[in-house]
């Protein structure tokens, strides 16, 4: 499928965010979702999660960072429907990450 405008890009990760779990909404209290072309060290990435974890926070740190990777998204979808889920998936991936939820629990879960 072709790139999607980035205009219609980030309205689809709004959209993924507003449906994300109930669990995870108090993370976004602590988190920057930033969505660039692609990841400059490893282009093929979908998402990454920066910060620290939510479960191990001590004090005031800075704002944790999730990257949301829009060419890689969009070059392994076929359709828009599928560009959706995979935008959910990675979202929510990133937000459990912030969450302190790892791989193994996020597919004990659902979520991956």
């Known amino acids: 499928m072709e790139i999607v405008p980035r205009y219609k890009f980030e309205q689809m990760v709004v ?11 108090p993370v976004l209290d602590n988190v920057v979702v930033q969505i660039h072309d692609r990841n400059p060290d490893e282009p093929d990435l979908l998402g990454l999660y920066e ?5 191990e ?6 704002p944790d960072v999730v ?8 070059e392994m979808c076929d359709d828009l429907d599928d560009l959706n889920e ?3 998936v990675t979202v929510i991936h990133e937000i459990a990450h912030a969450a302190g939820i790892d ?4 597919h004990e879960l659902g979520w991956a």
């Open 103 to 106: 791989d193994d629990r996020l």
């Open 51 to 55: 910060g620290t974890p939510h479960t």
């Open 15 to 25: 959209d993924a965010l507003d449906d994300l779990p109930d669990e995870l909404v």
């Open 67 to 74: 990257s949301i990777y829009r060419v890689p998204l969009c």
């Open 57 to 62: 926070r001590i004090g005031d740190e800075a």
């Open 86 to 88: 995979e935008i959910f």
